[in-house]
């Protein structure tokens, strides 16, 4: 019987084990796509405990706490951050088989060097040893990231957002490059006018531009985009339930923006139209630029309207979608390629069962021009579990390159979270290493070892062309 989470955990062949320590756990760390709050990086916040740290804006925590009976009190509301943490440490023993399991108990012991396994008799001697690490200098937030070797980051980003912090990083000097990726998916709500005019006054605000019709709608986002690249941005991202690709023309999108902006409500086809007239202007400024742009597709969102009032968005209440997902990102890919505008570009899926789908997918708009100009993204949410890693990395093998992969990322809004990367990277190992001991792969440990370190760390870096050492 093997240790719980011991140095090979994870890794059942000597061969997966050299792969791993020789090869993979040395290698730095780029997280291109998180939802790390820019503002705590800048002040070099100093969490006062691990609750703070751990738990607040985790809504993967907060499910499990949820389906485990614990109370609202104790996750988003008014009890006391111990007791919060003492909630949790009940529940970890019930989370056995989750991915939070193992998570949990890889964080305690890359950050606290605590080894001692989470449950209410070792959760209030945890949360004390714990948080008084926190509160030192060794564990603000700058140092968590140097800590985990983290050479990049990039947060995720609003078009209206003044970038500010973005700024006071860089001035500051701070060695680790955080660059802000440019997330437009508000700029195409047209669900409502309301909502929509809230959103044209901050663009106006951010931009310095009064928003008259379509076109000046479009320079004011294109500002905000140039703006976005002189900060070091080279990324994109979009989170929807499905690509949008309907036929559309210029005119007929300008009419649908002077109608919105009448306060009058748009069709559901005039939104779609709307929201594919975006999708193509975003994709064609990132070509022009060189950029990155990411598609996270799959999600269905805001299931609990009742708590969702309650608690707002982000508070744990999505779920998979099944949307029909092939057609619509074939014409919209098409579209863009034919005119030789479709820059690098990532797909990400959140239904499993379109995993074959994405990654035949990629492989029709790969023209030689790049290496993996057109990824499959990592497992991603619900599916950057082991099964869900492992899934992805077998159907990446078979229907594609994984050895031009760009790897994992932490998706995440917690400074503790790195150990991802980590557990990405023993699965990665373990993957190589069995292959090679079941005479599946040859035993050239190190043409393995250098695809495994390209996978973890050089892809990506070269890939976004960030430089990282």
Not at 245 to 256: C, F, L, Q
Not at 333 to 358: H, M, V
Not at 398 to 412: A, E, H, W, Y
Request: hydrophobic share 40%.
């Amino acid at each position: 019987m093997k240790q719980f989470l011991d140095d090979n955990f994870l890794l059942e062949t000597k061969t997966a084990e050299r792969l791993y320590h020789d090869y993979a756990k040395q290698m730095p760390i780029i997280d291109y796509h998180c939802h790390l709050p820019p503002q705590q990086i800048a002040e070099d916040h100093q969490f006062q405990n691990i609750t703070q740290a751990w738990l607040y804006g985790d809504h993967y925590k907060w499910r499990a706490m949820r389906t485990n009976g614990v109370d609202e009190r104790f996750i988003t509301g008014a009890a006391t951050d111990e007791e919060k943490f003492l909630k949790w440490a009940e529940t970890v023993p019930y989370a056995m088989r989750n991915p939070l399991y193992h998570w949990t108990h890889l964080e305690l012991q890359r950050y606290f060097d605590i080894h001692e396994i989470l449950d209410a008799g070792s959760g209030k001697r945890i949360y004390d040893g714990a948080s008084a690490m926190m509160g030192s200098s060794p564990y603000s937030v700058k140092n968590l990231l140097r800590k985990m070797n983290v050479k990049v980051v990039c947060t995720t980003d609003d078009p209206v957002d003044t970038l500010e912090f973005h700024q006071q990083i860089k001035a500051d000097g701070f060695e680790i490059p955080v660059y802000p990726a440019f997330r437009p998916d508000n700029a195409m709500n047209v669900s409502s006018p309301e909502t929509f005019a809230a959103y044209v006054a901050k663009l106006e605000a951010a931009s310095g531009m009064e928003v008259k019709n379509l076109d000046t709608y479009l320079q004011a986002l294109k500002s905000r985009h140039d703006f976005f690249a002189e900060m070091g941005c080279s990324v994109s991202d979009h989170g929807l339930e499905h690509i949008h690709a309907a036929d559309y023309t210029e005119a007929g999108v300008s009419a649908a923006f002077d109608k919105i902006r009448a306060g009058r409500h748009l069709s559901a086809e005039e939104q779609e139209q709307f929201r594919s007239a975006m999708l193509v202007w975003f994709a064609e400024w990132d070509h022009e630029k060189g950029w990155v742009q990411q598609y996270h597709l799959g999600a269905l969102r805001n299931n609990n309207a009742r708590l969702l009032h309650q608690l707002g968005p982000d508070t744990g209440w999505d779920s998979i979608g099944d949307f029909s997902q092939g057609r619509v990102l074939s014409k919209f890919l098409n579209g863009l390629d034919k005119n030789d505008r479709l820059a690098k570009t990532i797909l990400y899926n959140l239904n499993p069962s379109d995993n074959e789908l994405f990654a035949t997918m990629t492989g029709n708009f790969n023209d030689g021009t790049v290496t993996g100009k057109v990824q499959w993204g990592s497992g991603w949410w619900f599916l950057d579990q082991k099964d869900g890693m492992i899934d992805q990395m077998n159907t990446l093998s078979n229907m594609g390159l994984i050895s031009r992969f760009v790897g994992m990322l932490t998706d995440s809004r917690s400074f503790l979270s790195f150990p991802r990367h980590e557990y990405f990277r023993r699965i990665l190992c373990n993957l190589f290493g069995n292959d090679i001991e079941n005479g599946e792969l040859p035993a050239d440990i190190s043409w393995v070892g250098k695809l495994v370190q390209d996978i973890c760390f050089n892809n990506a870096n070269e890939y976004f062309g960030f430089g990282a050492r």
